[in-house]
């Protein structure tokens, strides 16, 4: 799923925001299946609902009315078991004990205006800030605010630039980031994921704070690394396997794709498993010349673990590849542009 939430301001004005492009389903990078627009206080909405694997309906991904507004993006896990499919129950028992496993973004809006969001400490979601005299906007995606907002585009895209972020971007690509929550534009602000982040009286406030290393972990780490690792290992299959189970009818095949990297070779060790043993039918794509690092090193991994895997290299005609256009229609199609 990709929202854009909109906090309206006392000198707000409808014409400030670009109402017919965010309400359809190509505002979006990949096309939704539709776009929806809700109102509560003084937020408005738009969500864009996928229908990809795991079905965004309402009443499940959604909910509104008069009272509140819930959202879940993402899969979450409660206390080591499936979360309950009603969002407006799996909201209800939420409290501070609770333990999340997955990679999600929690909302609850109430009609005063308060709420909040809910995320891993680490997580691959994105969340973008921007704000100026008559609205704060958080959106899943840049695109959204560049074009959803009509006050952002008074100037041409050139004065919006952020040059630390171009620098960055450029000399320090593999390395820490001098500045982490810049993008590409000056205006507009990643939002981390472990900062804390909720509504109040119609205003969203983010509340820096550091990653905490619970002691239990920083003990384990010293005393046995192994160990530790192999724990986080058996929760990422149990969560893994539990949720793929679920999500069985709906999968045709699971395709991943399958570089040199650390983060694809564990994917492609937990998937392969848990697809042999529950007969979904899986394989690996890796795109390159046939000499890339990438491509030799992930014909040995999946030769390692005995799956499917092909290799893509894509010319210099891009002509030849229909799916390298913006907004693509089918999600096999956009993961194709990277």
């Known amino acids: 799923m990709h929202f854009i939430l909109i906090s309206k301001k006392d000198s707000f004005k409808d014409e ?3 109402e017919y492009l965010l309400s ?14 809700f109102d509560i206080s003084n937020f408005v909405i738009y969500i864009y609902p996928y229908d990809h694997i795991d079905h965004e309906v309402y009443g499940y991904s959604y909910f509104a009315d008069e009272d509140r507004l819930l959202l879940v993006n993402g899969i979450v ?25 997955g990679d999600y973004q929690l909302i609850s809006i109430d009609k005063k205006a308060n709420g909040f969001i809910r995320t891993p400490p680490l997580s691959v979601r994105q969340l973008f800030h921007y704000e100026d005299e008559s609205c704060v906007v958080i959106s899943t995606e840049i695109k959204l605010i560049v074009d959803g907002i009509q006050k952002f585009r008074e100037r041409p895209f050139v004065h919006h630039f952020d040059y630390d972020f171009i620098e960055d971007s450029v000399f ?6 001098d500045f982490p929550q810049k993008t590409i534009f000056k205006e507009i602000e990643r939002v981390v994921p472990y900062d804390t982040k909720y509504f109040k009286g119609g205003k969203f406030i983010i509340k820096k704070k550091d990653i905490q290393i619970p002691q239990w972990f920083e003990e384990m780490y010293k005393e046995s690394k192994v160990e530790l690792y192999n724990d986080y290992y058996k929760n990422l299959v149990n969560f893994a396997e539990s949720n793929l189970v679920r999500l069985k009818p709906n999968i045709e095949k699971i395709c991943l794709g399958l570089t040199g990297g650390f983060d694809s070779r564990l994917s492609a060790s937990i ?13 690996c794509q890796t795109s390159g010349q ?4 990438d491509v030799i090193l992930s014909k040995k991994v999946a030769n390692i673990l005995d799956i499917e895997h092909t290799s893509i290299y894509a ?3 891009l002509g030849s590849f229909p799916f390298m256009g913006p907004n693509t229609t089918a999600y096999c199609d956009y993961i194709l542009t990277f």
């Open 315 to 317: 010319s210099d005609d």
């Open 172 to 177: 320090r690509e593999w390395t820490p980031r």
């Open 16 to 18: 400030q925001i670009n």
């Open 290 to 293: 046939n000499d890339h690092p």
């Open 77 to 101: 896990n409660v206390n080591n078991n499936l979360r309950n499919p009603d969002i407006c129950e799996f909201f209800d028992q939420l409290n501070d004990s609770t333990e999340l496993f």
């Open 24 to 37: 359809s389903s190509d505002a979006p990078s990949l096309i939704s299946r539709e776009a929806i627009k």
């Open 271 to 283: 998937l392969s498993k848990i697809c042999k043993k529950h007969q979904i039918p899986f394989e």
